[in-house]
Nanobody, 121 residues
Framework: QVQLVESGGGLVQPGGSLRLSCAAS????????MGWYRQAPGKQRELVATLTSGGTTDYADSVKGRFTISRDNAKNTRYLQMVNLKPEDTAVYYC???????????????WGQGTQVTVSS
């Protein structure tokens, strides 16, 4: 089995910062992509940032210049540093990973349980 465990969400004032972490564990063979999506109330889930094993990043236009995704490959962990947070960043942030398990060639998507980020004064 595979688990994605998120941490680092919380309440922060506008202009503040938070750092999210997502650690993948289990019978993992290789990780091709890991990152973050978010879902605000009444809205669809949307991409925030992803980072491939090759180092390619993808960011939503709304977070470019404010959010930075990084990784620790040895720990199968991705980090999302968020600065200058805005009220519109309020959402549940979900960790996402596309990875292959030991003994299974095909890479599959996996999701974490989500962590709440609230930006409010």
């Amino acid at each position: 089995q595979v688990q994605l465990v998120e941490s680092g969400g919380g309440l922060v004032q506008p202009g503040g910062s938070l750092r999210l972490s997502c650690a993948a564990s289990g019978s993992i063979f290789s990780v091709s992509t890991m990152g973050w999506y978010r879902q605000a109330p009444g809205k669809q889930r949307e991409l925030v940032a992803t980072l491939t094993s090759g180092g390619t990043t993808d960011y939503a236009d709304s977070v470019k210049g404010r959010f930075t995704i990084s990784r620790d490959n040895a720990k199968n962990t991705r980090y999302l540093q968020m600065v200058n947070l805005k009220p519109e960043d309020t959402a549940v942030y979900y960790c996402y990973a596309k990875l292959s398990r030991i003994g299974i060639t095909l890479a599959m998507p996996y999701w974490g349980q989500g962590t709440q980020v609230t930006v409010s004064s």
